[in-house]
């Protein structure tokens, strides 16, 4: 039987461009994709935390000093203003959150050189050690869905983050990538 239009298979969108693909097909917006959405999102937060979580819970430690521990790493010498601004969370959180972490010996502060009110954060060797063990356990998870993935999907994955995320966290991420780039020609 000869084949009609409507039967032949239309070409898979990987082939073309991720920019021509994008918004093509709005089909996706459905409130019931939406939600499937939302579903992975949620799933995929409480496995990507939990080997963490098991760790931390050694410690008497949660999420909350897991970001801290984060982006005080990323950032070292942050100020506590700065890490308020990433984590939106109140001072008298952070507050508490420091004190755990100082208290076991995990972050150090000294005061800024320019305005001795100011507190700045770093990560203490025994804090380096933590922070890199908890970051051990979730790069295996990531690693592992990227490679399944693939390049073109890995892409996808960070460009609809991005969107998620609003404009002062876009903003982070391109300074620190800007900065490891910079870092990165430096050591070359």
Known sequence: MPESKGDRAKPPLLKQEPSKQAGSNLLFLREEDIRV?????????????AAADAVLGELGLGRAHHRALHFIGRNPGISVTDLLGILRITKQSLSRVLVDLVAQELVAQAQG???????????????????????ERQRERLSAAYREAGGVAVEGFRRVMRGI?????????????D??????????
């Open 113 to 135: 050189r320019a305005d001795r009110r100011q507190r700045l954060l770093t990560l203490t060797q025994g804090g380096v050690a933590l922070e890199r063990r908890l970051f």
């Open 165 to 177: 995320m609003d404009a002062a966290a876009r903003d982070y991420l391109d300074h620190a990538e």
């Open 179 to 188: 900065a490891g780039q910079r870092g990165r020609q430096r050591s070359a």
């Open 37 to 49: 959405a939302q579903d992975l999102l949620f799933f995929a937060y409480r496995d990507f935390t």
